[in-house]
Each structure stands twice: as C-alpha cells, then as structure tokens.
C-alpha cells in the first residue's frame, strides 16, 4: 500500500525519529476499526520493518476499544499475564494497568517475558490518562547492542546464556501466588520442575528461583538472530545502594549473571546504560496513542513522573522460546 493510498484513512505517516517511532496519524472523525482491518497487513508490515508503530490522533475510547483494535491488527486475542514481575491489575479481557511502580523511581529498559520460557511477540500499550509531567515509555532498538558490546562480549553471552535469580518472599516482589497466579505448591512444583528451574522453598513464604534462558533468539518471523532477553532489568548495578545495604546478594528481588553463575562485567553496565542514554525514543504520551512494538526488536521502560499516568498494555502472538 502507497502513502496515498493509506492518507485516504489517516493524515499521514511519518519515519521514525529521536522524538517519536514510526508514526500514523489519524482523526476523530476516522472509524479506527475499519482503518485496522483496512490496513492490518501493512501495520504489521510496517513494524516488522520499524519494530515500533504509533497510531496517534484516533478516536480510540477506553479499554474495551485498545483491547478490540489490538485484536484487529494482530489478529489474535491478548494473552494473559503469567509468571509476572511486576504487580498489575486486569482492566478488560487480558488488557492491564502498566506496571505499577513509585513514581518517583524509572524502570528500567526491558523486554517483556524475555525472562520467561514462553514469551510474548508483540506488546502494545494505550494511553487513557496522559501523565501530568514526565512518566514518558521510552523505547530503544535492540538490534544493536551485539554491535555495541563487540564481538568478544557478544559472543560470551551467545555461549553462556544468562542466569537469572529470583526471589519471593513477603515484603520484597511479588508473592508466590500473584506470580504464578495459584496457592497450590503442588502445581508451582510441577510447573518449576516441567520448565527447568532450579528452585528452594527457604521457607512456605519465601520461593528463590535460579534458571539459565539465552541470551539470544530467533526471530520468529525474520528468523533474525535477536538479542532477547532480561539481563539488564536485573543488573545489581541498577538497584538503588539502599537496597544492596538492606539485602544479602542471594535475596535480592531479581538479579542477573552470565549463564555460568559469574558476574557481568562493569564494562558491559557501562555500555548498556550509555546505549540506552544515546539511543531510546523518549515522546510525550497524548490522550488515545496506541504504540505497537515488536517485543524482541524493542525495549521499552518509564520515566519517573509526577500526578495522573494511566497506560494501559496488552501482550500477544505466544511463542515458547526453548522449542
């Protein structure tokens, strides 16, 4: 489909840039469902070449149309949010509130469920409230940190995977039974045991975990070599002194080492964070944005913010990423 072709339905499309990804914008007046189903191959299309597409100026009211238009350009339904990090409430059908986290405090760049065996292809996020300062959802291109570690560091993590150590307990994370979403051991037991995790019931309330995941993944669509997976949310170097101080190594919430139990080296902090400093695209969310990423070619975080934020997300397009 050519530009005049698509101006038929939306005002235009513009390139991404350092302010704003691949950007379609539309008008109120627009029926968005029937632009959705229009154009879903060319939105998809277009984020499999950009990895990050924003629908802006739509009439696109509430939950129940993000959750509506989401299925029309994915076509499948939204995923429900299993073996969770973060604490989040279900709004509509499997759309949720954005992680809730101080808003005093960022969070850091990550890709979803990289974490996890099954992971989540596309994620899309929708704003109902914009913030009232700040609280922008910044957003980097992964494809590019292999080049940025170089080929020695890229290649150790190719070869070690990643190790990552989580702990549940009361007062820290999320507990147990919001994570796997049940209170029967049993069934944690059987799911840990079936997905290969090393696991430690330190006490009936304190759950740690230790697994290996790779660093890098295939493309499911591309078959592109992607570097996927959770190593930086969970670097000790990120985590505020106060909380080093408070916990011991083995109790930290969520942490992360080279597949072989050995620390990342400070080098490689340092290149991520000027990475994601130089790189992200950092816009101001208006009222009805709905932004569509490619959830292993894209990170996304959130800055601090001051009053009302209320971003709505939905995951989908499954894949298991062991096979």
């Given at each position: ?34 632009f ?15 990895g990050?597409?924003?629908l802006?100026g739509?009439?696109?009211?509430g ?10 350009i ?14 989040r ?9 954005s992680?809730?986290?101080p ?24 704003c109902?409230t ?9 957003i ?19 070869s ?7 702990n549940?307990m ?5 507990d ?10 049993e ?5 840990l ?26 493309h ?5 070599d ?9 670097l ?30 400070e080098?490689?902090v ?21 932004l569509?990423?490619?959830?292993m070619?894209?990170?996304?975080g959130?800055m ?8 709505l997300t ?10």
């Amino acid at each position: 489909m050519d530009t005049q072709q698509l101006n038929q339905f939306a005002v235009k499309a513009t390139p991404p840039s350092k302010k704003l990804p691949y950007t379609i914008r539309g008008n109120k007046e627009m029926d968005v469902f029937a632009f959705g189903t229009e154009h879903k191959e060319y939105l998809n299309e277009t984020l499999l070449e950009h990895g990050a597409v924003l629908l802006r100026g739509f009439n696109i009211n509430g939950a129940q149309d993000f959750s509506k238009l989401f299925k029309i350009i994915t076509a499948g339904d939204a995923i429900e949010y299993k073996n969770r990090t973060s604490p989040r409430e279900k709004v509509f059908d499997n759309v949720y509130t954005s992680t809730s986290h101080p808003k005093d405090q960022m969070i850091h760049m990550h890709t979803e469920n990289s974490y996890s065996k099954v992971y989540n292809r596309i994620i899309s996020f929708y704003c109902l409230t914009p913030p009232d300062e700040r609280g922008q959802t910044p957003i980097a291109d992964e494809r590019k940190i292999p080049a940025v570690l170089g080929p020695e560091i890229a290649e150790k993590f190719r070869s070690k995977g990643v190790k990552y150590v989580r702990n549940s307990m009361p007062g820290v994370g999320l507990d147990w039974k919001v994570i796997f979403q049940t209170d029967d051991k049993e069934q944690v037991n059987n799911y840990l045991n079936a997905n290969n995790y090393k696991y430690e019931w330190v006490t009936d309330s304190h759950l740690r975990l230790e697994w290996v995941l790779p660093a890098f993944q295939k493309h499911p669509l591309t078959g592109e070599d992607m570097w996927f997976n959770h190593m930086y949310f969970g670097l000790k170097a990120l985590y505020h002194p106060s909380v080093l101080e408070f916990f011991e190594e083995k109790n930290l919430p969520f942490a992360t080492y080279y597949g072989d139990g050995t620390e990342i080296e400070e080098e490689v902090v340092v290149q991520l964070k000027q990475f994601y400093e130089e790189q992200c695209i950092v816009f101001d969310w208006q009222k009805n944005d709905f932004l569509l990423l490619d959830n292993m070619m894209y990170s996304h975080g959130r800055m601090p913010f001051n009053g009302k934020r209320k971003i709505l997300t939905a995951m989908g397009q499954p894949y298991d990423m062991i096979g």
